[in-house]
C-alpha cells in the first residue's frame, strides 16, 4: 500500500507538471519572449510620459538619461513621476504619469508592446504610438 501511495503521488505530480507545462507553453507560444519571464505576465503596472511631438519626448528622455540613465541607474518612480508632470500631456501626468496596473488587450499596440516587455524598474527608450511619443517606465508585472 505504501508504495501504491507513493506512486499515485507521483502520478499526480506529472499530471500537475503536464498541465502546468501546456499552459507554460501557450503563453510562449503567444509572445514569443516567454524564455526571460517578458511578455508573459497578464498585468502591467507603469507610468509614462506622452508627447505629441519628438523634440519634446526626447527633452524629457535626456533629463532622465543624465540624471540616470547614463550612469547605468535605473530612474526612481518618484523623479519618473516628477519629469511627467513636467512633461506628459496625458491626463495621468497629474499624477506622475500613473497608469496603475492594466490588463493585456487594453492598451494600443505599440504601447502595450513595449510596456509588456520592458522589466521592471526600467525605463524605456522613446517610441511612437498612434497617441504620440512615450517613455515607458514599468513599475510591476503580475498575472
Given amino acids: 500500500m505504501g508504495k501504491d501511495a507513493k506512486g499515485g503521488g507521483k502520478g499526480k505530480g506529472k499530471q500537475a507538471s503536464g498541465s502546468d507545462e501546456a ?3 501557450k503563453g510562449k507560444g503567444k509572445s514569443g519572449k516567454a524564455a526571460d519571464g517578458l511578455g508573459t505576465c497578464t498585468y502591467v503596472k507603469a507610468r509614462h510620459v506622452l508627447c505629441e511631438k519628438q523634440g519634446k519626448i526626447n527633452e524629457a528622455y535626456k533629463k532622465l538619461q543624465d540624471g540616470w540613465l547614463s550612469n547605468g541607474d535605473k530612474v526612481p518612480p518618484a523623479e519618473f513621476a516628477k519629469i511627467a508632470a513636467e512633461y506628459s500631456e496625458c491626463p495621468s501626468g497629474k499624477k506622475g504619469g500613473d497608469l496603475g496596473w ?21 525605463t ?18 503580475k498575472n
Fill in 102 to 122: 492594466f490588463p493585456r488587450g487594453k492598451m494600443a499596440g505599440p504601447f502595450q508592446d513595449v510596456a509588456f516587455n520592458t522589466p521592471v524598474g526600467v
Fill in 23 to 25: 499552459a507554460a507553453s
Fill in 124 to 141: 524605456s527608450a522613446p517610441f511612437k504610438s498612434t497617441h504620440g511619443y512615450h517613455i515607458i517606465l514599468s513599475e510591476g508585472r
